[in-house]
């Protein structure tokens, strides 16, 4: 879409030429995200430096009913920042400060644009943990982690983002700047639009100003990797690790030719077990390295039961490293080797067997590769199906039906299509799957009440 | 108000005669709470039996524009049930089936007039715990502590009501049934209608079946008790407590008034200190006792620094049975003592000093003796007013100014006026210390999303 003149010159105006972007070339970057080969082009790209700027750019796209497609790091899966009609992205890059580490009280206080891994090293230096940690922690933003409520490895012990957000300063469409909440761990008092905005996408207002609640600091970790010969018997274990009473920091599940294209591509040593169709990463946390070794000690015999070919021991930080990066690279590597959706189910954690055999029945009825990986204590399991040589015509026409049928599984199971990426545009068909009319109407009610002229990322799930 | 002759017969068609309470006598239990002296009539008082009963009343009262009230056991602390404009009382007493009990996903499925306890001690049977444990815990009914996102003394380590409802079935005004979320622990589809009502307070619908999650029971309990000189010693060892490093499942303060009241009036024995003006209770749990007895040696010096007069150490279940019934006992004990005003104050927890001092500070200058405990580990102290000898003059005018200055202390210091009590009638008129137009601009509009006809609740703090 084309901005006028006057609504260019206001706009310099509320935030600064300087921080203003229309030329083409820059503003491509400003147009895609993580998501497949999604690419749209904005009209410009501002870059706020205080939340009154925000505001007073909000106020302004309100009045002249000018599109707003808020954009944090660009790292996310579901197309939820995109700028699908045009129009004016809100990049917070510029609002990057952590403003406050209150040691007393374990809370910070930040910006949108700050990096999820300088907070969580930030506060680390202080003794104090924020644990949520999406694989693109080293580049995503704390705004996006709560735009699309992001969970991580570590939701299985710690939750997600959602669980350390006690207060939002958030600017509204009409240029008010309000707080949700207060900067306490308890609170009754009145709805709680702070939940309400985690998780919602960028479609309610802009999150300018964030209170975390932190954590102590666990002084240790282990790491332990586990060789399945099924996807069945992986996917058991993990349920009854979790029976036993440990709760691992981590527990997660990696397909066998996810490891081997992730350990290629970024050329870290993997011990590969030649029976394994799955591997296990478990890490356990604590204080007291003597407590960690007598919880793995339990575990042992637990996996051995469940059929874990070996227990291997990382004995080294070097180690540790190696697996989680391996891990870590899984989403990336798997995504290069080949044309690819990525879907991001979630299911009652014992419910993951069936899930596991569920997507390959699917894959093998619709012809498709699918490298599953993830979460696999919170029963979150992504699902990267692969194009490799397939028609287009399958690929347009067909995928789509089995990417339903697999989401159908999710619902019948108790689960739903998202656990941590957001549905943002490409979960965007399959929504009424797992929502009737009445949640359409009650969720188009409540944006309508934020944004009553629809200026805030038009196009999306809600549309 | 009364209602029509037509009306009442397709209530009876709808939920059963048998069901509806219109006598007079009966009906009074059903317009007061734990709040105050409050009492209001309903015009009757329906006892559904099933989730859809619930809604065809619902639809039934949205039609002819009835108000109606949802009422849980009775337990509120901030008269959020009472029928303040007479009509229909919903009681979710017959609502009170435990349905599922899911070991293999750490989850639960119960009806809301299921009380608290009853579902503490049936997870706990299979192995599993449920932590939110308000006072009421023996009656409060479940659907009563997500109406009010109720906490209690677990709070601290555990979190309240909140971090443990993963989906909720609720009714809605035009006769829905929906559920809100998925029974997953991740979950990023769509906005957080299940944390929506959380703390809603029976403005939005009714909740009609509950999914929470559950954890792992820990096996051992250890109970100690401090007293202390001062408040502002006690409340400055809360902190220390728990910047050692360690989260005890809780961390109660109790002033010395008050635990003279309560074990006096419950006739149990006490370690009263002579100098003690506050007591501290700290519970420590896990799955060692040797962990726990290492911990509790590590708080000793930490608490003699602050100030503590003795370190007293539960031997025995009776003891500990005794200790937490007098903390239990406080705030009912106290009010029979009194006429009272009982505020549910929140700040962040290392603001809690200055909060005491200030309500005594208040006090003194409006001269009102004031009883104050509650969950210091999360900042919420509770204040009871006692009336004693003050005018009816200066109680009904001088002291909710007084009220007025504390929430405003709250507030300055980042917190609030509510941690887990809800806003309700009492609160109502205070609600501006914290809530700007905007604020009420929008949950009035999320309100009439739910309900346009304004028939869930009407005459509480929304309106």
């Given at each position: ?37 999604l ?11 205080t939340?009154e700027?925000v ?30 009609n ?5 990049s ?50 704390l ?46 008092t ?38 399945f ?19 691992p ?26 029976d ?25 015999p ?63 009825r ?22 490799n ?13 089995a990417?339903r ?6 619902r ?20 009424d ?9 009650l ?14 990322n038009p ?5």
């Amino acid at each position: 879409m084309n901005l006028t003149e006057a609504f260019m010159q206001s706009l310099f105006a509320a935030v600064g030429k300087e921080n203003v972007i229309t030329d083409k070339e820059p503003l491509v970057a400003y147009g895609r995200d993580y998501t497949e080969d999604l690419q749209y082009l904005p009209s410009c790209a501002v870059l706020p430096e205080t939340p009154e700027t925000v505001a007073a750019v909000l106020k302004l796209c309100n009045e002249n009913k000018i599109p707003v497609y808020t954009r944090g790091a660009g790292t996310g899966l579901s197309g939820g920042s995109l700028p699908v009609n045009g129009g004016v992205v809100i990049s917070t890059e510029k609002l990057n400060r952590i403003l406050n580490i209150d040691t007393l009280n374990f809370q910070a206080t930040v910006q949108p644009g700050v990096i999820n891994q300088v907070f969580a090293q930030a506060v680390a230096e202080k003794g104090l943990y924020y644990p949520p940690d999406p694989a693109s922690k080293g580049s995503c933003f704390l705004g996006g982690n709560i735009a699309h409520g992001s969970g991580g490895p570590r939701a299985v012990k710690y939750g997600t983002t959602r669980d350390y957000v006690l207060n939002l300063q958030v600017a509204l469409p009409n240029g008010e700047l309000i707080w949700t909440g207060a900067n306490t761990v308890k609170n009754s008092t009145g709805f709680n639009l702070t939940q309400l905005f985690v998780g919602s996408e960028g479609l309610l207002g802009v999150v300018t100003c964030i209170v975390f609640r932190l954590i102590a600091l666990p002084a240790h970790q282990m790491l332990l990797l586990v060789p399945f010969k099924t996807a069945r018997e992986a996917a058991v274990a993990v349920n009854e690790v979790l029976l036993s009473g440990i709760t691992p920091s981590a527990l997660e599940l990696m397909e066998t030719s996810g490891v081997q294209i992730s350990a290629e591509a970024t050329h870290t040593p993997f011990p590969f077990h030649n029976d394994a169709a799955f591997y296990m990463l478990i890490e356990l946390d604590g204080d007291n390295t003597e407590t960690l070794m007598q919880q793995a000690e339990l575990l042992y015999p637990v996996i051995e039961n469940c059929g874990g070919l070996e227990v291997m021991f990382a004995d080294s930080s070097e180690l540790k490293e190696q697996w989680w990066k391996v891990r870590r690279g899984i989403g990336e590597t798997v995504k290069q080797a080949s044309v690819y959706k990525e879907e991001d189910t979630v299911v009652p954690r014992a419910a993951l067997p069936d899930l596991l055999v569920a997507v390959k029945e699917v894959g093998s009825r619709y012809g498709f590769q699918s490298v599953c990986y993830g979460h696999a204590g919170d029963g979150n399991l992504h699902v990267n199906i692969l194009k490799n040589e397939l028609s287009d015509e399958v690929w347009n026409h067909e995928i789509p039906k089995a990417i339903r049928e697999i989401f159908e599984v999710c619902r019948d199971l108790g689960g739903t299509i998202s656990g941590e990426h957001g549905v943002g545009l490409v979960q965007k068909p399959y929504l009424d799957v797992v929502f009737t009319p009445q949640h359409f109407r009650l969720m188009r009610g409540i944006k309508a009440v934020f944004d009553p002229n629809h200026i805030m990322n038009p196009g999306k799930w809600l549309d």
